[in-house]
C-alpha cells in the first residue's frame, strides 16, 4: 500500500516566485505514494473578503512584497521522490480537486494579449464556484485601480466599486494546476513565469483529475512543486489569467520506465497523449512542439520522423496553451487509438 502524506501550504512550506533546486524538501516520498497539497493563488488579494482565511491570509503576511521574486506564482513544496535522478521521468497523476474556498477571479492583465486594445487599462472579475453543478459564474467585477506590477497586492473591499457582469453566464468548472513541475536544473531562483523543459508555467486546462503529467527529471529528488490553481480556462489564456483560485489536490507520484520522453513535459489521459512547445515567438513555439510530438512518437512508436510527420499533418491536433507568460505555449494532442496493437 503506498503511503498517504499531507502538505499544507504554510510560510515555511511555500516559495513566492520562485523554482530552486537547492531548497531543502518539505516533504520526502517514495515512488508510488499518494500526497495532499494545498496549494495557493497569488491572486487572493484582489478580493480578500472572499479569497483570504487565516491560513492565506499568513502566508501573505509572512513573505514581504520584496521577496516575491522573479517570478509571481505562490508555490507548495519542494517534494523529494527518493529515487528520482537526472534522466528519470516522474510522473505526477492528479486523483482529485477540490477549491480551498469557492470564490477564483479573471485578471484582465498588462501582460494580457490585449492590454494595449484596452487603452492600457486592467480589469479583475470575480467568480464562484459551484461543485455540485460543476459550473462557475461571475459574481461582480471593478477596474483596477493601479498598474499591477507587483503579486500579492490587496485591494479591500470599497476601495473599488464592484459591479455585476456576465449575467446568466455559466462555464464549466476544469480545476487543474497552471503552474507545477520539478526543479530546473539551473542554480538559483528561477522565475516561474515562463514555462521549461522541467515543466513550471505550462498552463495546460487538461491537466485536471484522471490525467497525469509527465516531468523529466532534472535534478536527484525531482523536486516538485505546484501552484498557480485554476478553476477554469480557455485556451490561450488571452486575458492575462485564468480563474485564478486556492486549489487543494490529491497526488500520486511514481518513476515512469515505459515512456521515453523527450525534452518537455507529456501530459498523459486514457485517450491520448499531449506533447508541449515552447518559446517566445508563437511560430516557433508551434515549431518545437511539431519537432517534439514527431520525437516522441518515434522514440514511443517506432515511427520514422517521416511518418510521424505525415501522422501529425493528418491526425495531430495543434493548440495554442497560452500567449501570456513570455515565452508562448503550443501543446499537441495524438490519439491513443491511431495505434492498433498488433495481432
Known amino acids: 500500500m503506498p503511503n498517504y502524506h499531507i502538505l ?8 513566492w516566485g520562485y523554482f530552486d533546486n537547492s531548497q531543502k524538501p518539505a516533504l520526502t516520498i517514495k515512488p508510488g505514494d499518494i500526497v495532499e497539497i494545498e496549494t495557493i493563488t497569488h491572486h487572493a488579494g484582489d478580493a480578500p473578503d472572499l479569497l483570504m482565511d487565516d491560513g492565506v491570509r499568513a502566508i501573505y503576511d509572512a513573505i514581504p512584497e520584496s521577496e516575491r521574486i522573479p517570478g509571481v506564482h505562490i508555490m507548495t513544496g519542494p ?22 474556498l469557492d470564490y477564483g477571479i479573471n485578471f484582465g492583465a498588462n501582460w494580457g494579449l490585449l492590454y494595449e486594445d484596452f487603452k492600457q487599462k486592467e480589469h479583475v472579475v470575480i467568480f464562484k ?13 471593478y477596474p483596477y485601480w493601479t498598474l499591477c506590477d507587483k503579486p500579492g497586492r490587496i485591494t479591500e473591499p470599497g476601495k473599488v466599486p464592484r459591479t455585476p457582469c456576465l449575467k446568466n453566464i455559466y462555464v464549466p468548472a476544469g480545476l487543474h494546476f497552471g503552474t507545477a513541475g520539478v526543479a530546473p536544473k539551473e542554480a538559483g531562483k528561477i522565475d516561474t513565469v515562463p514555462p521549461g523543459p522541467f515543466g513550471g508555467n505550462i498552463d495546460n486546462r487538461s491537466f485536471v483529475s484522471g ?13 516538485f512543486t505546484a501552484g498557480d490553481a485554476h478553476f477554469a480556462q480557455g485556451d490561450g489564456e488571452i486575458s492575462g489569467t485564468a480563474i485564478e ?10 518513476l515512469n520506465k515505459n515512456v521515453k520522453l523527450i525534452e518537455n513535459p507529456v501530459l498523459n489521459s486514457s485517450t491520448k497523449w499531449t506533447v508541449h512547445g515552447f518559446d517566445e515567438d508563437l511560430n516557433q513555439a508551434i515549431r518545437r512542439c511539431a519537432l517534439e510530438a514527431i520525437a516522441f512518437l518515434c522514440a514511443n512508436y517506432g515511427l520514422s520522423r517521416e511518418e510521424a510527420y505525415a501522422l ?5 491536433d495543434f493548440h495554442v496553451t497560452q ?16 495505434f492498433v496493437p498488433a495481432e
Open 8 to 15: 499544507k501550504a504554510t510560510p515555511e512550506t511555500v516559495k
Open 129 to 141: 464556484i459551484d461543485m455540485k453543478s460543476g459550473l462557475v459564474k461571475a459574481v461582480s467585477s
Open 79 to 100: 517534494i523529494c521522490v527518493e529515487g528520482a535522478e537526472p534522466g528519470d521521468v516522474l510522473e505526477v497523476k492528479v486523483l482529485d480537486m477540490r477549491p480551498r
Open 211 to 223: 490525467t497525469s503529467m509527465l516531468y523529466p527529471v532534472q535534478v536527484k529528488g525531482a523536486l
Open 323 to 338: 500567449v501570456v507568460d513570455r515565452k508562448k505555449g503550443v501543446h499537441c494532442s495524438i490519439r491513443k487509438a491511431l
Open 245 to 254: 483560485g486556492h486549489v487543494n489536490a490529491t497526488l500520486q507520484f511514481s
Open 312 to 316: 501529425l499533418s493528418i491526425a495531430g
